[in-house]
């Protein structure tokens, strides 16, 4: 914008006023051949640091340090961001999100002390323990979030094991059958299960169990008391081992310190014999009665950097944005999504708080050019036959020999 042309009078005789532009302002002016405007641009740098390593990755690896991933987490946000935005397009389908409905089949009453939880019977939260839904009330449930668009359904029960719980198992075996018979991914979180129990879900047709670690294992004993982090260890193994998907994640905003804990959790995820198929970041809603309640609440720098590190460490993950998301604006969503988070909770409910309503979601993907995401539940992939998906796989045009990432 020129703001001042014309002439002045000084003491000196009169003079002509310069054009003034305010800074930054594009001005078309002719340029000689072979000025900067011309030159090609200088050649990418070669890769040098853990960092450029990563964002030039074609499949997951295992053997990350903690200090290659403290490295990662601590590049300069905007660049981290950015970096984890170029790996997830190279192996998700970028506008993908996956939609997911998760349901409190069994509220209340559990023996454990995790600190953030409602459902403990530990704390005074007002919460009424319920017992195992129906068969025919979760089937109901699936199908109305099937109709809006969820492909995966979640069903978490408030319990610290399955040990004696054979006819719970039994009911559970049967709301998984009917969800898959609806085509739709069935999830599954129940507290500690041995090989036999998972064995029996994996028969039953499960996609995925969610057995959250929840923070670094150094920061774990001031969360829970009650089960150890190798006990949670345990179970992961076990739900592999019999050949079902492993959902685990974190909690943010548990009093943990970003920048060893969440390095920590993604370092410990990471270095499994197989990356989670999915990672679940929560950010802390704090109840009234929790000994969490009055926790500083979690930055949206710390968020985004622990999704965009997840994503550059494990590409292959689906990055489930889950709790708490309901507490953030729409523009904070996207920053999220932008990192590398392709999945979301959409429905009524969150277990025991508030969740994004179908309408609300739908609208979002509207506004952000965003689909839900596609997925083939009956495909389970052992993750060493993964590759990278090329940008012709994720524009949907798959051919023979493309890897499945997604189940
Ligand atoms: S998080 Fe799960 S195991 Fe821990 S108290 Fe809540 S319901 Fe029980």
Known sequence: MEVALGRVVTRQGPRQLLTLRTYSTVRDVPRPAGSFTDAAPPAAPRSTSVFDDAVAATGPRHNWTKEEISQIHQTPLMELAFAAGTVHRRFHKPSAVQLCTLMNIKTGGCTEDCSYCAQSSRYKTGLQATK????????????????NGSNRFCMGAAWRDMRGRSRGMKNIVDMVKGVRSLGMEACVTLGMVDKEQAQMLKEAGLTAYNHNLDTSREHYPKIISTRSYDERLQTIENVREAGIHVCSGGILGLGET???????????????????????????????????????????????????????VMPATIIRLAAGRVTMPESEQMMCF???????????????????GWDEDKAMFERWGM??????????????????????HLRGEVKSGDAEISA
Do not use: W, Y
Request: proline share 8%; with cysteine; glycine share 6%.
């Open 338 to 356: 932008m990192a590398g988070a392709n999945a979301i909770f959409t429905g009524e409910k969150m277990l025991t708080t508030d969740c994004n």
């Open 258 to 312: 970003p920048k060893t804990d969440h390095v920590g959790l993604i370092h410990t995820l990471a270095t499994l014999p197989g990356h989670p198929e999915s990672f679940p970041v929560n950010k802390l809603v704090p109840i009234k009665g929790t000994p969490m309640f009055g926790e500083e609440p979690t930055k949206l720098e710390d968020l985004v950097r622990c999704i965009a590190t997840a994503r550059l």
């Open 132 to 147: 195992l839904s129906t068969v025919e009330s979760v089937m109901e449930a699936a199908k109305v979030a099937k109709a």
């Open 371 to 392: 689909e839900p995401m596609q997925t083939e539940a009956s495909k389970i992939v052992a993750e060493p036959q993964m590759e990278a998906r090329s940008f012709t």
